[in-house]
């Protein structure tokens, strides 16, 4: 499976309906500080940028987790957490560059984003697309067709005028 | 009995805050009133009607009673983000009045584990009220003083040691005790009422939360399905694509080709000389993206930027109000100087519907010779004018001058101060103003909505106001029921069998408006968007409501228990404005709108008809069970749970 969660965050509202139902699918409660996704605002800016675990290809946290908890669904791609090994000392949240492993307050152990076994639900509920479930390949193509917009309308301009 | 006391949805918790005492109570939620008034606009109406002395006059007085009540979905579902900002007496109507805003603080006091907050007395010296999961405090907010809205925000989320905090707060207009002033998350206001100012006068700055607990839901897999079924039906509503993409901005174009705009203060329906596309020109200039309140997949507000020149500003939330308002109903468009206005109205804490309908009265008189530069302290607030309208908006918010401290306490009592310094009848200058129990009206035009809406804004319970009731009755414009968005079928079939698609027609309106009316009272209790609703022809409505509260809480109530719930809150609410002393003669729309046909345009002639509008009231009323004042009456209240009022009417000689 080669999809990824890409995220565009100029059409990010920062609505947080992810947070919501990524929370209520695995915790069975609404909670932000359980999700495995949050996004970051600056609000007075209108900034909203969606954080997420990226699944790494050469992952920090699988790498300096002491118990060797997280393993790789080959499926998915998602790296998961087995929780019977995992001790809580939350070396993999210090270790990844995107803060994406969420210490649950109960238990004290530590849960990350598996992707809802392959039906992400927080790309499900994202309406304004700012999360989209693709290949990586696909998400590079649609970055570039975005930012070849701009000068897409300067070659319209310049073919109507007639010019060289 | 721990089982039977447990409750879900509800945090269990209601905050007191003692002002005067500096002390703060955790009461604990009673379970039958919860179930009873559901919460936000239903807890806030009942306890204010329970613990207010009606004999105090002064909404400024420490005896008034303000509540900040999230609705108990907040922090529970989608589409609930609204928080309801009630006071027992309104600076503007000098009656019970009510706030709404669209939130993230809803959320996370829900997470922090309360319920509401209501405030009482009045703090020596300037306050904030900090929360934290279990720990709640008053602290010193001197430093505050004077502060900008989007200031304060700023500096209690670095005081927290966190960007995610959430904060409430009033900015100099509440400070200072202006009648329009109101409190804001950020640019998400709570219009109406001027609750503002009583929070100013209890020397209340601000309220900042953050909470870590979330919410347990007692049937989670049951939301699970009733998110994936809503949120498709919300989606797929014939009017998602408007508000999802130009925000209720949107209305202009459309209330534009309807010939349905109002402008010049309600003269006539076309700016001269103006372009015709604002909707469009707005989010094409200025619109960076849609911005969204918590759980909220319609995203209405434009985030806007204004780059260069003299307005150059940013911000986000630019409405129908504040384009119409600024706009049109000014006799201008400059949509640069609009959003600056905008941007300006909610950093000083005002509420954009009242000052600029006072604004755009005064142009009115201003047309008519009525006021001049003598009475403005030189400025000149004419048709079009932007430079010195915004002088006037800090005048106001900081009541420099006379014109500014005479103005800043409601467009009424100006009006008596101008007439009295012009010599004539205040009679003459009442007229022109568009108001209901002394609220100036927003949105639409009493004689082009339909006449159920009419009768909306005139029964409202807090004043003229397009959200209490029917929007629009345009919305019941369908052919077969099943076209009726968000309305029981079978309830939709009762509408069109009695006529009621006809906007016009009289008879058997107040059917429809009683049934919106607890429909509107619901979904302020469970701060559900009203955007989201029938009220404006979208899909949540009272049988989608009853499936989020069912989920989340573990009760089974079908959709009729959660009207009955509706219409307990509404009469509460209306007993409490009789025993201050309102009556039939309050429940009017304006003068204007039955003595003043629309001049031009596709709806030429349109006006009310005041013997059939004082039948329908009539009908109303005994529809509703009240007395042909408007006051409930005993066996009304008795079956609604309300003995307590019936008696407390009863003993007050509210007969």
Not at chain 1, 10 to 32: A, M, Q
Not at chain 2, 41 to 69: H, L, W
Not at chain 2, 171 to 200: K, S
Not at chain 2, 537 to 560: D, H, K, P, R
Request: some cysteine.
């Amino acid at each position: 499976m080669d999809k990824v969660i890409v995220v565009d965050p100029d059409r990010c509202t920062g609505c947080k309906v992810c947070e919501l139902i990524c929370s209520l699918h695995h915790e069975d409660e609404i909670n932000p500080m359980k999700s495995r996704i949050n996004i970051m605002s600056w609000e007075v800016e209108g900034i909203d940028i969606p954080m997420i675990c990226q699944q790494c290809e050469d992952a920090p946290c699988q790498t300096v987790c002491p118990t060797r908890a997280i393993y790789l669904n080959e499926e998915t791609g998602a790296l998961l957490i087995d929780d019977a090994k995992c001790i809580g000392c939350r070396m993999c949240l210090s270790a990844c560059p995107f803060g994406a492993p969420s210490v649950l307050p109960d238990t004290k152990k530590v849960v990350k984003c598996d992707l809802c076994s392959g039906e992400p639900q927080c790309v499900e509920f994202c309406e304004p697309r700012a999360l989209q479930y693709m290949s990586a390949a696909k998400g590079k193509i649609q970055k570039q067709r975005k930012a070849s917009q701009k000068l897409g309308e300067i070659v319209r301009i310049m073919s109507s005028a007639n010019m060289p | 009995m721990k089982e039977e006391t447990s409750m879900y949805g509800w945090a269990g918790t209601i905050l007191k805050v003692y002002l005067s005492e500096g002390k703060i109570v955790k009461d604990p939620l009673n379970p039958e009133f919860a179930k009873a008034f559901l919460g936000g606009r239903g807890f806030n109406s009942k306890i204010i009607y329970d613990e207010f002395d009606p004999s105090v006059t002064d909404p400024f007085s420490p005896e008034n009673i303000a509540a900040i009540g999230p609705g108990s979905l907040c922090g529970n579902t989608l589409s609930a983000s609204r928080i309801c900002v009630s006071v027992a007496r309104s600076p503007i109507t000098g009656v019970f009045g009510d706030a709404n805003l669209g939130s993230y603080f809803g959320g996370e006091l829900r997470w922090a584990g309360y319920d509401s907050i209501v405030f009482y007395g009045k703090s020596k010296d300037l306050v904030y009220l900090r929360i934290e999961d279990d720990r709640v405090e008053l602290r010193d907010a001197r430093h505050l003083k004077g502060k900008m809205v989007s200031e304060t925000d700023a500096i209690l989320k670095e005081e927290m040691n966190d960007p995610d905090a959430r904060v409430i707060a009033i900015g100099p207009g509440g400070e200072n005790r202006v009648a329009g002033a109101i409190p804001l998350e950020l640019h998400r206001a709570a219009g109406a009422c001027g609750t503002g100012g009583v929070l100013g006068s209890k020397n209340l700055k601000a309220v900042v939360v953050r909470g870590s607990k979330g919410s347990k839901i007692a049937r989670p897999n049951e939301l699970k399905e009733a998110f994936k079924r809503v949120h498709k039906k919300l989606l797929s509503g014939p009017h998602y694509p408007m508000f999802s993409q130009y925000g209720s901005a949107g209305l202009l174009d459309l209330f534009n080709e309807g010939g349905m705009l109002p402008t010049y203060n309600w003269q006539d329906r076309e700016v001269k000389g103006v372009e015709k596309t604002y909707s469009t020109a707005l989010k094409e200039q200025y619109g960076k993206k849609m911005v969204a309140c918590l759980g909220c997949a319609v995203h209405c507000e434009h985030y806007y930027e204004v780059k260069e020149g003299p307005y150059a500003t940013h911000g986000a939330g630019a409405e129908y109000e504040v384009t119409c308002g600024f706009g049109p109903r000014a006799g201008g468009v400059k949509l640069d100087a609009i959003l600056y206005i905008n941007t300006l109205m909610n950093d000083l804490g005002l509420d954009i519907v009242q000052v600029s309908n006072w604004l755009n009265t005064i142009r009115h008189w201003w047309q008519d010779g009525l006021i001049d530069e003598n009475d403005t302290d030189g400025l000149i607030i004419t048709w079009g004018d932007y430079d010195h309208t915004i002088e006037a908006l800090k005048r106001i918010a900081h009541r420099k001058g006379e014109f500014g401290d005479k103005l800043a306490d409601n467009i009424m009592s100006f009006a008596h101060h101008v007439a009295k310094k012009k010599g004539k009848p205040v009679e003459e200058y009442i007229r022109y103003i568009i108001q209901i129990k002394g609220m100036t009206q927003s949105s639409g035009d009493n004689r082009l909505m339909g006449v159920g809406a009419a009768l909306s804004h005139g029964t409202s319970t807090r004043g003229s106001d397009h959200l209490r009731g029917v929007n629009t009755d345009l919305w019941l414009e369908q052919e077969k029921p099943e076209d009726v968005w968000g309305i029981p079928t079978e309830v939709a079939k009762h509408f069109l069998d009695l006529g009621l698609s006809d906007p016009n027609q009289y008879e058997g309106k107040e059917e429809y408006v009683a049934f919106m009316e607890d429909f509107c009272a619901v979904a302020d209790a469970l701060g559900i968007c009203k955007r989201h609703t029938p009220w404006e022809g979208m899909a949540i409505g009272f049988e989608e409501m009853a499936e989020y509260f069912n989920a989340v809480t573990g009760l089974n109530y079908s959709w009729q228990d959660l009207r009955e719930c509706g219409t307990r809150i509404y009469t509460t609410e209306k007993a409490m404005q009789a025993r201050f002393g309102l009556r039939r003669k309050n429940d009017y729309p304006p003068i204007r709108c039955f003595e003043e046909p629309v001049p031009t345009g596709p709806s030429k002639g349109a006006i009310l008809d005041r013997e059939k509008y004082d039948k329908m009231l009539t009908s109303y009323y005994e529809h509703r069970g009240w007395s042909d004042e408007g006051i409930p009456k005993d066996e009304t209240l008795k079956d609604l749970g309300l003995q307590d009022i019936a008696d407390d009417l009863k003993k007050r000689k509210v007969v």
